[in-house]
């Protein structure tokens, strides 16, 4: 492991002396300063670097795969000759490792949409202007970008086609569905997925999909016209895939009129000036599929990154994913029987109940839901099993421990009382729709009383409304249970 990720690095230092060679022959200066980048998605990494003299800044790339940048700079030497909205490539290394292209600025289209996305989709007319400006490039690059394009040049592939779509289906399947512990019938999953790929691969297409049109992958000129980035991925295909990853993009939010007004802007420009021969009912309805099955894609996106590699990020964006799903399911038609079906359980409004047990001396969990609200008991009214030899290297979920507790009876009490409480309050989230509700118990250590306390309300409240989720923590002890409903 060391030894691959030394090597690594070993590459990634040589790569920078070779772009700083590029940089030398195409400029005949050393670069004053050089600046690494942060965000590529790829293992493709990004520097700025300084002209000594003029102060001028270009873009270096430095990769690890010659297909993925030969990919980039053939489409941007195709689509800049084109008059398309593309940074320039200026200079490439003799093995296309590395390259240098046109420094587009710092300013992104998603950097520019910051008001709105922060507040909840409410976006003012500047961006609403934005937004429109980029959605009518969009053609452009699908449309002319595809004129006299030699598709093999693509990476990884040339075209959309069904291995494609399988692919990223079962991404879904393995990396997000799975893992929610949700049941589902494999076999006739599947058969939903063969016959979505298809659909989805059925006509012929003429035109370049971008694959990862979104905000991210937009930069703004100093006269804010929109100037696009990272297409390396794309490959002949649907325009409406395009459309999807851009306007159903989860964490934008965008409200529906603002979508449909985007919509039509597009369409338009599509009539206009490429011709179409759906009417705009029925590109509407031709899209759905495909908003379809990019949510899915980035849910599974979203699972791999959250769920496995536990980047807090991308588990804050599955939540959006899930309502732009349900919205589609309640919305449209899709003749995908078991898929729909798994779709309606998950993303059907669930209550959470987060049931902790903790030590005050460590201080009380805090609600990371963001809702807040619920309860934390105390439990050293109680009876307590630590003050005595036998049960100090023991928990509140060893027998010993139980039977000492439940024999001197106070806790039974003590939580009877927390019963009719939790129940009460939640039936009542239940009947308002509510999502999350949290309840600790503490003692001195977080070790006997809280531990047992909190495991007995977890158990109970599963056994009471099988169908909630219970999350349960013992947050001393380092465990964790989860109590999924049905």
Known sequence: MWQNFESSRIIRMTMTKELQTLYRQWSGNDAEKTEKLAGAGSNRAYYRLWHKDSGETVIGCVGTSREENHAFITLARHFHEGGLPVPQVLAVSADEMCYLQQDLGARSLFDALQQGRGSGGNYNE????????????????????ARGLDFSVCYPQPEFDRTNVMFDLNYFKYCYLKATGIDFHELRLEEDFRLMAENLTGKQWDTFMYRDFQARNVMLTPEDRPVFIDFQGGRRGPVYYDLASFLWQASARYPYTLRQELLDIYYEEVAGKYGTKPSREEFGRELMPFVLFRLLQV?????FRGYFERKQHF?????PALDSLRQIIETHDFPYPTLVDVIK???KKKLTVRVNSFSYKKGIPQDDSGHGGGYVFDCRGTNNPGRYEQYKKLTGLDQPVIKFLEDDGEILSFLDSVYTLADAHVRRYIERGFTNLMFSFGCTGGQHRSVYSAQHLAEHLHQSFPEIDVLLCHREQGIEQRFLGI
Do not use: V
Request: charged share 30%; glycine share 10%; hydrophobic share 30%.
């Open 126 to 145: 500047e961006e609403r202007r934005l937004l429109s400006d980029c959605i009518r490039q969009l053609p452009r690059i699908q449309y002319e970008g």
């Open 345 to 347: 359980r998950l993303t």
């Open 315 to 319: 588990i804050d964006s599955i939540p």
């Open 299 to 303: 849910l599974g996106a979203y699972g």
